[in-house]
């Protein structure tokens, strides 16, 4: 302290007791922390619900919306099966009602992919169908909505991977004015077509400003890539989810996977929440449950299979295969109806086990993750 006095230049005993009480402040705010710089709590994850969770119900917007509203959830994911028209007048009801809820909505679409022969079949042309989606989500009152490039029925029969990134690009391209004008941003899927580091490539060459990831943890098992390793991967990009866990394990084949109820399967959520909010803190949780389906094989031991792999890494590979060894099958009750070839009498059955797995699940996240704001309220 005496030589910070001595530094004082020789004036009145005045500036002198000033200087004195600008140091004690200093020293003051030396040991209590500036508001600005105090520590913050952590976003808040919303938690959401897609419909494809609950199919077999065939409920409608209203209907969906009432029963997110009853178990205390933050948001909705709509598909297009979900609406009972697409006039501007009926979806200004939905938004209507939603708001009345307090719930988010946020669209879900279809496929876009030129070398889509069967969908194209459906939509039309790649562009014009994209611009309704961006007319039709903005109707709803969002500014992002979820998309895929490719459909099951096509993987067999799809170009090459790169041609079907370039083709997605291109279409992009031809639609970014109509969504920067809109403040819409392209959430597309990480279907069962394009693993984590082809899809981040897509969306960094078609435009991030605009463009992002639907992030499918269930459809990373599929492309036999560990769902944290899939989500460090595209977390930056991820505009929306579809989160459900899966069980994994080693097949005479190669491995073999089973979509299962939050928390029954192998997929550590812990870890990627725990990612969440540090990667992208403003996208839904939403839960995307499908259960009722019997194990799928990844015959990566047939040499055939890599011919729908040709940008397959190995160290990525290497992961999924560490959670195939240490990994078992299915071993709880779950009635395997959800094929489209069920007897009629298993329809009942079918409808009561994924609301049960869509709402235990619900309860997982919201429980054990901590994840949603209004059932904490």
């Keep these: 302290m005496s030589n910070l006095l001595e530094q004082v230049p020789s004036q009145t005993a005045t500036s002198r007791r ?13 040991l209590t922390p500036f508001a600005s710089l105090a520590a913050q709590p952590k976003e808040q994850i919303l938690l959401g619900l897609a419909p494809y969770s609950i199919r077999s119900l065939k409920w409608k917007a209203p209907q969906i919306l009432d029963y997110a509203a009853s178990l205390k959830l933050d948001a909705v994911m709509l598909s297009p099966d979900s609406f009972e028209s697409h006039d501007e007048a009926y979806f200004k009801l939905v938004r209507e009602q939603a708001a009345r809820l307090g719930i988010k909505i946020e669209p879900e679409f279809g496929c876009f992919c030129e070398q889509s022969e069967s969908w194209k079949k459906k939509q039309g042309d790649p562009v014009k169908y994209l611009t309704e989606c961006i007319h039709q989500a903005k109707a709803l009152g969002a500014n992002t909505f979820r998309t895929i490039m490719g459909v099951a029925e096509d993987r067999q029969h799809l170009g090459p991977l790169d041609a079907m990134i370039e083709s997605a690009i291109k279409t992009l391209h031809s639609v970014r004015s109509q969504a920067m004008d809109a403040g819409m941003r392209i959430a597309i899927e990480n279907h069962g077509e394009i693993q984590a580091r082809d899809m981040k490539l897509l969306i960094e060459e078609a435009g991030s400003d605009f463009v992002g990831c639907c992030f499918d943890a269930g459809n990373s098992v599929q492309m036999m890539e560990d769902p944290v390793m899939a989500f460090e991967i595209l977390g930056p990009h991820v ?139």
């Design 239 to 377: 505009l929306a989810t579809h989160m459900r866990d899966s069980v994994i394990y080693e097949h005479p084949r190669g491995a073999a996977f089973q979509w299962v109820a939050l928390g029954d399967g192998a997929v550590d959520f812990k870890r990627i929440v725990g990612r969440f909010t540090e990667l992208c803190p403003k996208p839904v949780f939403y839960l995307e449950i499908i259960t009722g389906r019997p194990p799928q094989v990844l015959p990566y031991f047939e040499p055939d299979f890599w011919k729908q792999y040709p940008k397959a890494r190995t160290p990525d590979f290497a992961q999924f295969l560490a959670l195939a060894r240490k990994g078992q099958p299915f071993m709880g009750s779950m009635l395997i109806a959800d094929d489209g070839k069920q007897p009629p009498e298993y329809a009942s059955a079918l409808m009561r086990q994924q609301r049960i797995d869509t709402e235990r699940s619900l309860e997982y996240a919201k429980k054990t993750l901590g994840i949603g704001a209004r059932w904490k309220q």
């Design 18 to 30: 000033d200087f004195l009480r600008t140091l004690g402040g200093a020293t003051a705010l030396a």
